[in-house]
C-alpha cells in the first residue's frame, strides 16, 4: 500500500513548515520524503503519524 504524505498532508491544511514544526521533523525532511528522494526512519514515521492525530 502506499501512502502519499504530500496528499495527507495538503487534506490536513498543513504547509511543510507546519507538519516539520508539529512532528519535530525538520521541513527539508518532509520534502525529500515527499519528492521520494528519502526513505523515511521508522522513528520519522512515527513522528510524521503521531502528529496527524
Request: hydrophobic share 40%.
Given at each position: 500500500?502506499?501512502?502519499?504524505?504530500?496528499?495527507?498532508?495538503?487534506?490536513?491544511?498543513?504547509t511543510v513548515?507546519?507538519?516539520?514544526?508539529?512532528?519535530?521533523?525538520?521541513?527539508?525532511?518532509?520534502?525529500?520524503?515527499?519528492?521520494?528522494n528519502m526513505?523515511?526512519?521508522?522513528?520519522?514515521?512515527?513522528?510524521?503519524?503521531?502528529?496527524?492525530?
Amino acid at each position: 500500500m502506499k501512502i502519499n504524505l504530500h496528499e495527507l498532508r495538503i487534506k490536513n491544511g498543513l504547509t511543510v513548515r507546519g507538519l516539520a514544526n508539529i512532528s519535530g521533523v525538520g521541513a527539508g525532511t518532509i520534502s525529500k520524503i515527499e519528492r521520494g528522494n528519502m526513505n523515511p526512519s521508522l522513528l520519522t514515521i512515527c513522528r510524521l503519524c503521531c502528529a496527524g492525530g
